[in-house]
């Protein structure tokens, strides 16, 4: 499967700070990331789904 690569630049104490928590979940940086990302996406959705737009 193919994979595109999407480059961020975050301040050092962040860099820091996600590596660290990273590595307590066991985790690299960018599976981190992506599971973060996917997470909040679903909640996201969730809440769109609670809450449909009114008319």
């Given at each position: ?35 973060a990302v996917i997470r909040q996406m679903a909640e996201g959705e969730a809440e769109e ?7």
């Amino acid at each position: 499967m193919a994979r595109a690569r999407i480059r961020i630049s975050v301040d050092p104490d962040l860099a820091d700070r996600v590596r660290s928590h990273a590595d307590r979940a066991g985790m690299d940086v960018s599976s981190y990331f992506v599971n973060a990302v996917i997470r909040q996406m679903a909640e996201g959705e969730a809440e769109e789904d609670a809450d449909p737009p009114r008319a």
